[in-house]
Nanobody, 124 residues
């Protein structure tokens, strides 16, 4: 079992930045590809970004490309999401997830473990 705990969410003005962290426990995440997803009220869960086990491959949703950066520190068992140039449409609950595979996936149904989420609110 892998337990994931997100942190770093909050309220920020449009154009601002936030850095989300996802701390894992129970097992090392070095054998997992990791992803970030988000869900706004009355909307489905949306892929945001993913990173493979070795951090040499990443993937981003078009809506966040060039604004968000996913990274990981396997020694600290932590994954990060740096979010810059935030927009009101980025407002959502952000979830960290672990996928026991060497390849990245953009499909939330592939992920094996999920955190409880952290709220990000961007005001205009």
């Amino acid at each position: 079992q892998v337990q994931l705990v997100e942190s770093g969410g909050g309220l920020v003005q449009a154009g601002g930045s936030l850095r989300l962290s996802c701390a894992a426990s129970g097992r090392t995440i070095s054998s997992y590809s990791m992803g970030w997803f988000r869900q706004a009220p009355d909307k489905g869960r949306e892929f945001v970004a993913a990173i493979n086990r070795n951090a040499d491959s990443t993937n981003y949703a078009d809506s966040v490309k060039d604004r968000f950066t996913i990274s990981r520190d396997n020694a600290k068992n932590t994954v990060y999401l740096q979010m810059n140039s935030l927009k009101p449409e980025d407002t959502a609950t952000y979830y960290c997830a672990a996928y026991q595979n060497k390849y990245i996936s953009t499909w939330y149904t592939n992920y094996d473990y999920w955190g409880q989420g952290t709220q990000v609110t961007v005001s205009s």
